[in-house]
């Protein structure tokens, strides 16, 4: 941008005002790593636990008490210690991104009264617990997609709702396939959207930095 | 260029009214992401942002991070108020002279 110019017309100026504004709201976006590691997870936990249940291996919760140490540690590295071990430079702060981080923390802090209350009530091996988790996991996609206006997490979040209804409709009649309706979800609502978002994370940071305006 | 008269001239210029722009949608930024964005030299980014400090419109803050110097901005409320009116006065004009 050359040094200041006296005058510009109103049209320009308009203009001007919408190009920066554009900019700025590319700036309120989501890599989508961090659902891509909780949905692989999820989904693989679910997986495991289905083919232990075939494979009539007894132990199957075990593999959620893996995945609960597991997410418990990411979670403390995520939110307290990545900033000590990367040097991460955030350009810019954005409301939304705020907000959407204060929502990945209120999720957490209700998924763990939730699963500690499944286990409390004994529903957590009646397959039930699962609906919960789905209308947990549902509430979060629709909050982060309308945020970061990404139709994919809004779509995945009316995925999980679905699972979770048909989940309370049949009850137990869903047996071990409750896990594959739970994996299906996640796939659906974390890891689809997820990937997508990475591969248009990497796009749009090529575009807004080398995207500059001549004036 | 009588018909503009009226319109701050603090904002009606094309790099402050371009940074303004940017800041009004943020909670803050850093003096790299307005360079980026608007594609401004270091040192006119830096006269023009001044001028802004100046008006009011926006706060700066110099600190250090990991050794290395930082310089944020964010705009104030008066800052919002007058982009605010001018981006109305614009509008005004745009639809009068239609």
Same mark, same amino acid.
């Given at each position: 941008?050359?040094?200041?110019?006296? /005058?510009? /017309?109103?049209?320009?100026?308009?203009?001007?005002?919408?190009?920066?504004?554009?900019?700025? #709201?590319?700036?309120?976006? =989501?890599?989508?790593?961090?659902?891509? +590691?909780?949905?692989?997870?999820?989904?693989?936990?679910?997986?495991?636990?289905?083919?232990?249940?075939?494979?009539?291996?007894?132990?199957?919760?075990?593999?959620?008490?893996? $995945?609960?140490?597991?997410?418990?540690?990411? &979670?403390?590295?995520?939110?307290?210690?990545?900033?000590? &071990?990367?040097?991460?430079?955030?350009?810019?702060?954005?409301?939304?991104?705020?907000?959407?981080?204060?929502?990945?923390?209120?999720?957490?802090?209700?998924?763990?009264?939730?699963?500690?209350?499944?286990?409390?009530?004994?529903?957590?091996?009646?397959?039930?617990? $699962?609906?919960?988790?789905?209308?947990?996991?549902?509430?979060?996609?629709?909050?982060?997609? /309308?945020? $970061? #206006?990404?139709?994919?997490?809004?779509?995945?979040?009316?995925?999980?709702?679905?699972?979770?209804?048909?989940?309370?409709? $049949?009850?137990?009649?869903?047996?071990?396939? +409750?896990?594959?309706?739970?994996?299906?979800?996640?796939?659906?609502?974390?890891?689809?959207?997820?990937?997508?978002?990475?591969?248009?994370?990497?796009?749009? =940071?090529?575009?807004? /930095?080398? =995207?500059?305006?001549?004036? | 260029?009588?018909?503009?008269?009226?319109?701050? *001239?603090?904002?009606?210029?094309? %790099?402050?009214?371009?940074?303004? @722009? %940017?800041?009004?949608?943020?909670?803050?930024?850093?003096?790299?992401?307005?360079?980026?964005? !608007?594609?401004? !030299?270091?040192?006119?980014? @830096?006269?023009? %942002?001044?001028? %802004?400090?100046?008006?009011?419109?926006?706060?700066?803050?110099?600190?250090?991070?990991?050794?290395? *110097?930082? !310089?944020?901005?964010?705009? !104030?409320?008066?800052?919002?108020?007058?982009?605010?009116?001018?981006?109305?006065?614009?509008? @005004?004009?745009? @639809?009068?002279?239609?």
């Amino acid at each position: 941008m050359n040094k200041e110019k006296p /005058s510009i /017309s109103g049209e320009e100026s308009l203009r001007l005002i919408e190009q920066m504004i554009g900019r700025a #709201r590319a700036a309120e976006k =989501d890599s989508g790593r961090g659902w891509i +590691v909780w949905g692989w997870l999820l989904f693989l936990t679910s997986i495991i636990h289905y083919g232990m249940i075939k494979a009539g291996i007894q132990k199957g919760n075990m593999v959620w008490q893996i $995945f609960g140490v597991t997410a418990a540690l990411l &979670f403390i590295y995520e939110q307290f210690l990545r900033k000590y &071990f990367v040097k991460a430079v955030v350009k810019v702060k954005t409301y939304t991104n705020e907000l959407v981080s204060k929502l990945g923390v209120a999720f957490f802090i209700s998924l763990t009264i939730l699963v500690y209350g499944n286990i409390r009530l004994g529903i957590n091996n009646t397959g039930l617990n $699962f609906g919960y988790l789905l209308i947990l996991y549902g509430f979060w996609m629709f909050i982060h997609g /309308s945020a $970061f #206006r990404y139709r994919l997490l809004i779509v995945g979040a009316v995925i999980n709702w679905a699972g979770a209804l048909v989940i309370f409709y $049949f009850k137990e009649k869903l047996g071990a396939e +409750v896990l594959l309706l739970h994996a299906f979800c996640v796939a659906m609502g974390y890891l689809v959207p997820g990937h997508i978002a990475l591969i248009k994370y990497g796009k749009a =940071d090529s575009l807004t /930095s080398g =995207d500059q305006v001549t004036l | 260029m009588s018909e503009f008269k009226e319109l701050d *001239p603090v904002l009606h210029s094309q %790099l402050r009214l371009a940074v303004v @722009s %940017l800041l009004i949608g943020v909670k803050e930024a850093e003096f790299i992401f307005l360079k980026e964005k !608007t594609g401004a !030299t270091a040192g006119n980014l @830096s006269v023009q %942002l001044q001028k %802004l400090r100046e008006a009011g419109y926006i706060d700066i803050v110099k600190q250090f991070k990991d050794n290395y *110097p930082q !310089t944020i901005c964010k705009i !104030t409320i008066s800052g919002i108020k007058a982009f605010d009116k001018y981006v109305k006065n614009l509008q @005004s004009y745009l @639809s009068a002279g239609k």
